[in-house]
């Protein structure tokens, strides 16, 4: 796969410059490492489509917590499909077996983000109560939402599987 020959070359220059224990420590945390990488991408996904209604899209709305509600829900839906499809494919390297456990997968997935969206728009409703940068707080507020993600991800959605490493262990 892609994301296999990409992150073996990206080790393979770690090495070749005098860093091979961190390649090796990569190595061994391999899918802790790869959850971060792909939660900052789904971060990215996040942050930049809030930005953009809140500050584009939406900016005329007159009513302020209309605007960053609006913003919010939509910033969840794309990052929480682009999250469960790179944890199901490229973290967790999850196999589901029949439509049953498919579906008991993406709804365990859609369940946990949705209490930790709700968990997001409190924070971001803080901000607008308590006069704090809505952006600032959209930044703090996925730096929560990315560890308890990652919590129910490991002990309760993908619990089945187990990704083997880049040698194969």
């Not at 892609?2 to 990569?26: H, M, V």
């Not at 190595?27 to 490492?33: C, D, V």
Request: aromatic share 12%.
């Amino acid at each position: 796969m892609i994301i296999d020959k990409i992150e073996e070359f990206c080790l393979k220059i770690l090495e070749k410059i005098g860093l091979k224990p961190l390649a090796s420590w990569y190595r061994k945390h391999q899918e802790a490492m790869r959850y971060l990488v792909f939660g900052a991408l789904t971060t990215i996904v996040n942050i930049i489509v809030y930005t953009i209604f809140s500050t584009l899209l939406l900016r005329g709305l007159a009513n302020e917590s209309l605007r960053v509600n609006i913003s919010e829900v939509i910033a969840f839906i794309l990052s929480v499909i682009f999250a469960y499809i790179t944890n199901k494919r490229y973290v967790f390297d999850s196999k589901t077996k029949g439509f049953k456990d498919l579906a008991r997968e993406i709804t365990s997935f859609f369940s946990c983000r949705i209490l930790t969206e709700i968990i997001s728009i409190l924070m971001m409703n803080a901000a607008v109560w308590f006069s704090i940068n809505d952006i600032l707080m959209k930044v703090i507020s996925n730096i929560v939402v990315i560890i308890l993600n990652f919590i129910f991800s490991k002990i309760w959605i993908f619990k089945g599987t187990k990704r083997t490493g880049l040698n194969g262990s």
